[in-house]
Nanobody, 112 residues
Framework: QVQVVESGGGLVQPGGSLRLSCAASGSIFSTVTVAWYRQAPGKWRNMVARITRDGRTNYADSVKGRFAISRDNDKNMVYLEMNSLKPEDTAVYYC??????WGQGTQVTVSS
């Protein structure tokens, strides 16, 4: 069993930055792919970024060049650095590990 916990969400103005963190229990975390998803009210949950165990990344087109995913396997942590935030980035952001384990989500609101 892997427990996943997100943190770092909040309210930020357009153009601002936030860093989300995903902490996970379990020794397998460093060996699995981890992804960030987001879900806005009334919309589907969509993948934002993912990172494989060896550090390969891919991103949704809507966040390329603005968001960066990274991981620290020694600490069982995955991060999502979000820059140049837009109102349309407003959503609940979820961490998803090993194609099986979801966190509870963290709210990101981009508004002036």
């Amino acid at each position: 069993q892997v427990q996943v916990v997100e943190s770092g969400g909040g309210l930020v103005q357009p153009g601002g930055s936030l860093r989300l963190s995903c902490a996970a229990s379990g020794s397998i975390f460093s060996t699995v792919t981890v992804a960030w998803y987001r879900q806005a009210p009334g919309k589907w949950r969509n993948m934002v970024a993912r990172i494989t165990r060896d550090g390969r990344t891919n991103y949704a087109d809507s966040v390329k060049g603005r968001f960066a995913i990274s991981r620290d396997n020694d600490k069982n942590m995955v991060y999502l650095e979000m820059n140049s935030l837009k109102p349309e980035d407003t959503a609940v952001y979820y961490c998803y590990a090993a194609d099986a384990y979801w966190g509870q989500g963290t709210q990101v609101t981009v508004s002036s």
